[in-house]
């Protein structure tokens, strides 16, 4: 068994503030030394160099955040899955029982997502 000592903490709080002190020295010298003029065209929409036309909000149909939430849903759902795999033979008939459970509500999910139209 291993043993942490005091010294091994005290490397981990030096290292800690080490990290800490460079993220803030670089916040610092950003502040100190970048230009803080605001002009015309730095208070415009775009700074491409061409004058903004019409509005830059665009609205995307809701379907497409529905897609991309499921598109999570199942990568997560996949990580479950790869773990019940790898310890099958220790779970025993219940673990099997779970995992079918677990696949019904995915598949109730899909066929949901499916009848809205969410998958088109």
């Known amino acids: 068994m291993n043993t942490f000592s005091a010294q091994t ?9 080490a990290g800490f002190a460079l993220a803030m020295a670089g916040i610092v010298l950003g502040r100190l030394i970048s230009p803080h003029r605001s002009t015309k065209e730095k208070l415009q929409t ?6 903004p036309i019409g509005s830059a909000r665009i609205q995307y149909p809701v379907s497409f955040y529905i897609f991309a939430l499921l598109f999570v849903v199942f990568d997560v759902d996949i990580v479950f899955i790869i773990s019940w795999a790898l310890i099958f033979k220790q779970l025993g008939l ?3 029982i779970e995992i079918a459970f677990f ?3 995915l598949a109730l999910g899909l066929v949901y997502a499916w009848k809205k139209g969410v998958m088109r």
């Open 9 to 17: 903490y005290l490397y981990a709080a030096i290292l800690l503030a």
């Open 103 to 105: 696949i019904v509500i």
């Open 46 to 51: 775009y700074e491409s160099g061409e004058v």
């Open 94 to 96: 219940f673990g099997l």
